[in-house]
């Protein structure tokens, strides 16, 4: 079935450095890859989104990658901060008869140390 | 940003009874999703609702599982009878079209099945 795994179960940087996150997923049909940041005890925050027409997507210090080939995106995070420290979830969808459900990743905790 | 609101934010049962989640989407939006997650798992999608009926429904969203959202009240995800492994923290999620897919969500209802 669908799948999408996410590998870094854990991340540490040091503040300043950047942080990448991983993800692959199974299904060809997904053309819509969000990425959503959760805080402990919190709900989830959309932070940025890739569709399948393009390869590339910045929006100030994060900066998402897919590459429909290898069927993986990626999320990296540049000049991280303390309050960047979270769990991230990466997620991937396809629109299918009015259904977009959003299959997740298992979440990468991100931990960046002063 | 729009916010999507879930009523109540804990609620403790004992197996067998009914309970109800509550729902409020953002105010224009027309797709309606309930996603399950166990404690430091990754997010499942249950269900998702769009002019009254269900689209789309995953093998967790069991017989005893149902939702409506009568007139433009709240969006519910009732369950009866409960069971033990019911327990877990339901999100609910609005989108105003899957073609647009950015999904919003709620904070969460921790739900305690004793």
């Known amino acids: 079935g669908e799948k999408v795994e996410q590998h870094e179960s854990t991340l540490s940087v040091r503040e300043g450095d950047s942080a990448v996150i991983n993800c692959t997923y199974t299904?060809?049909?997904?053309?819509?890859f969000p990425w959503y940041k959760q805080e402990a005890g919190k709900s989830l925050h959309f932070v940025i989104d890739?569709?399948?027409?393009?390869d590339r997507k910045q929006s100030q210090r994060l900066i998402v990658l897919l590459d429909k080939k290898a069927k993986r995106f990626s999320l990296h995070i540049t000049a991280t901060q303390p309050e960047d420290s979270a769990i991230y979830f990466c997620?991937?969808?396809?629109?299918?008869?009015?259904?977009?459900?959003?299959?997740f990743g298992e979440g990468t905790k991100l931990t960046v140390s002063s | 940003g729009p916010k999507v609101l879930q009523i109540p934010s804990h609620q403790i049962i004992d197996m067998g009874q009914m309970v109800t989640l509550n729902c409020d989407p953002v105010?224009?939006?027309?797709?309606f999703y309930w996603y399950k997650q166990i404690l430091g798992q990754q997010m499942e999608f249950l269900v998702n609702?769009?002019?009254?009926?269900?689209?789309?429904k995953s093998k967790l969203f069991k017989d005893q599982f149902s939702v409506e959202r009568p007139d433009g009240s709240y969006f519910t995800l009732k369950i009866q009878p409960t069971a033990l492994e019911d327990s877990a923290v339901y999100f609910c999620?609005?989108?105003?079209?899957?073609?647009?897919?950015?999904?919003?969500f709620g904070p969460g209802t921790r739900l305690t099945v004793l």
């Open positions: 890739i569709r399948s027409n393009v």
């Open positions: 999620a609005s989108s105003l079209d899957p073609g647009s897919y950015e999904q919003y």
């Open positions: 609702f769009y002019n009254g009926k269900v689209m789309e």
């Open positions: 299904d060809t049909a997904s053309s819509y």
């Open positions: 105010s224009n939006h027309l797709y």
């Open positions: 997620a991937a969808s396809k629109n299918q008869g009015g259904s977009a459900k959003l299959i």
